[in-house]
T-cell receptor, first 112, second 114 residues
Framework: DVKVTQSSRYLVKRTGEKVFLECVQD?????MFWYRQDPGLGLRLIYF???????EKGDIPEGYSVSREKKERFSLILESASTNQTSMYLC???????????FGPGTRLTVT | GENVEQHPSTLSVQEGDSAVIKCTYS??????FPWYKQELGKRPQLIID?????GEKKDQRIAVTLNKTAKHFSLHITETQPEDSAVYFC?????????????FGKGTKLSVKP
């Protein structure tokens, strides 16, 4: 059974802080994704990675960066958190680029 | 850019009735159309998907239809049950093209009243 875990379910940070969100998958998936979920806006892709050390911008990369040093781990970094980055962040992974995406439980981030 | 329009945004049905959610897309090269279900407080999960070489796919009470000419696809749930209450997301992708990632619709909140 595929397992995608995220480091925190809830996180509260202050404006200007550097924030790290971690995602780990245990199924040797090549592809990993970070989404942001806001009410009425659906799921929006921030960054994705098809391989170790590879990263590609999604639809809303501004204010975010990512790191993939190991195949199983994909990190989302907010260099200087702002209140408009308060949201639910979902990580996902897939075996094939064309395949089912398995989501993590999400991290609800609040920036005050 | 690519866009997926999903309607309705909310849908309320009586238990046992059918529910239909429709999505339209703009990229004629799109070839993969999954549907995800997200129950309250839980992660999205794939419930059914269809590729562009077929027009319909069924799995028990759920079915998806695809009209490539009109560029729309729909999720059909028959004999709805309270446990079908959730937010449903459609998505599309052009796998093999320059943009191979899923583009999600904004979601439909389905409420099934007992």
């Amino acid at each position: 059974d595929v397992k995608v875990t995220q480091s925190s379910r809830y996180l509260v940070k202050r404006t200007g802080e550097k924030v790290f969100l971690e995602c780990v998958q245990d199924m040797d998936h090549e592809n990993m994704f970070w989404y942001r979920q806001d009410p009425g806006l659906g799921l929006r892709l921030i960054y994705f990675s098809y391989d170790v050390k590879m990263k590609e911008k999604g639809d809303i990369p501004e204010g975010y960066s990512v790191s993939r040093e190991k195949k199983e781990r994909f990190s989302l970094i907010l260099e200087s958190a702002s209140t408009n980055q308060t949201s639910m962040y979902l990580c996902a992974s897939s075996l094939l680029a064309t395949g089912e995406q398995y989501f993590g439980p999400g991290t609800r981030l609040t920036v005050t | 850019g690519e866009n997926v329009e999903q309607h309705p945004s909310t849908l309320s049905v009586q238990e046992g009735d059918s529910a239909v959610i429709k999505c339209t897309y703009s990229d004629s090269a799109s070839n993969y159309f999954p549907w995800y279900k997200q129950e309250l407080g839980k992660r999205p999960q794939l419930i059914i998907d269809i590729r562009s070489n077929v027009g319909e796919k069924k799995d028990q009470r759920i079915a998806v239809t695809l009209n490539k000419t009109a560029k729309h696809f729909s999720l059909h749930i028959t004999e709805t049950q309270p446990e079908d209450s959730a937010v449903y997301f459609c998505a599309e992708a052009n796998y093999g093209g320059s943009q191979g990632n899923l583009i999600f619709g904004k979601g439909t909140k389905l409420s099934v009243k007992p």
